[in-house]
Nanobody, 115 residues
Framework: QVQLEESGGGLVQSGGSLRLSCTAS????????MAWYRQVPGNARELVAR?????TTNYADSVTGRFTVSKVKNTMYLQMNDLKPEDTAVYYC???????????WGRGTQVTVSS
């Protein structure tokens, strides 16, 4: 059974930093990609950053230059610098595995940036 464990959310002042992590376990299959999404109540979930198995990354325009996604084995990190109040959201980990038709989501971790 696949499990995604997220951690690192919290409350931070504008301009501050946080680091999120997501560890995937419970499957023998390799990872195609890992991604972070975020969602604000009333809005659609949006892609923040994604990293593929070969290390290719892509970012939402709104976070480019401030956020960095990285991956070590089955753990993905999101280093968030120069945080802004508009970054406030629930951040979700998303993982896609080879040979697995399902796509997996974490439970989410709250990030709150105060002005």
């Amino acid at each position: 059974q696949v499990q995604l464990e997220e951690s690192g959310g919290g409350l931070v002042q504008s301009g501050g930093s946080l680091r999120l992590s997501c560890t995937a376990s419970g499957t023998p299959f390799s990872i195609n990609y890992m991604a972070w999404y975020r969602q604000v109540p009333g809005n659609a979930r949006e892609l923040v950053a994604r990293i593929t198995s070969d290390g290719t990354t892509n970012y939402a325009d709104s976070v480019t230059g401030r956020f960095t996604v990285s991956k070590v084995k089955n753990t993905m990190y999101l280093q968030m610098n120069d945080l802004k109040p508009e970054d406030t959201a629930v951040y979700y980990c998303n993982v896609d595995f080879a040979y697995d038709p399902d796509n997996y989501w974490g439970r989410g971790t709250q990030v709150t940036v105060s002005s």
